[in-house]
């Protein structure tokens, strides 16, 4: 008589890294994916309200004022419906992305990525600043994915970096030499080369030109006019715009090529 084998576990760490999906049946790792999302988005918001109370007292914005701001967070409340949205947002962002990307390392990387670009868009929305403390690491993320052979090939990214943060610049030149002012800042600039090193090169044109529609319309609700005037974040419309280009796919921005 054949004695039932038994399942065995893996031993080694590749065996540990091929299994990770069988450990986690999908849709209960999206439902825990959301929870764990809705805890982070409260922590980003937590640690934006920290940063914005640290930069009104700072001299100079730093990496270091970033580190304290986390550190801080714990104790900066807010508002608490702005808390809730924050949290429900990054909920269904980490859970859409682990029910399309599976529980893959990929997949958390992405998760991440997800939650620096809402706390970048939040501290924006703040302060009006976009620190290097993330913007870097996000875009070297992106390439470092990349080269590794995870989302898009390495010169995909490489060019999204380097037009992302053209494209702005060359905007910004031109803004400041017709105008005599500054139409976007340089962490702006920044921000669009980190989402070009994770989308690549094709969706930057639809991203900018979206984002300047996003923040258009918000100027003109908040002003109630078809003229306003002042100068708002930039960043969470690019972030916004981006979000568009992802959930939306290809079909919205090939008519550009």
């Known amino acids: 008589m054949n004695r039932p084998t038994r399942k065995r576990l893996p031993t080694t760490e590749t065996n540990m890294i091929d299994a990770w999906p069988n450990l986690f049946p999908l849709q209960r790792a999206v439902w825990v994916a959301g929870l764990l999302g809705a805890i982070a988005g409260l922590g980003v918001y937590r640690i934006a309200q920290a940063y ?123 803004f400041l030499q017709v105008g005599g002012r500054e139409a976007f800042g340089l962490g702006d600039a920044k921000l669009l080369a980190a989402l070009g090193a994770w989308g690549g090169w094709r969706p930057l044109p639809f991203v900018l030109l979206l984002a300047c529609l996003l923040g258009a319309a918000y100027a003109m609700l908040q002003q109630r006019s078809l003229r306003p005037r002042g100068a708002y974040p930039f960043g969470p419309f690019l972030i916004a715009a981006s979000a568009c280009a992802v959930v939306g796919g290809s079909e919205l921005h090939s008519g550009f090529w």
């Open 52 to 174: 914005r109370h640290l930069a009104l007292q700072a001299p100079e914005v730093d990496a270091c004022l970033l580190a304290r701001a986390v550190r801080l967070a714990s104790v900066r409340r807010g508002r608490p419906g702005a808390a809730v949205a924050c949290s429900l947002l990054s909920a269904g962002t980490i859970a859409l992305a682990v029910a399309c990307l599976g529980t893959s390392l990929y997949a958390v990387a992405v998760c991440v990525a997800g939650l620096m670009a809402m706390l970048l868009a939040c501290i924006d929305t703040h302060t009006g600043l976009l620190p290097d403390a993330l913007t870097f690491p996000l875009l070297w993320m992106g390439l470092a994915l990349s080269w590794a052979g995870y989302g898009i090939v390495l010169q995909e990214a490489v060019a999204g970096a380097i037009l992302g943060y053209g494209l702005l610049w060359s905007l910004r030149f031109a």
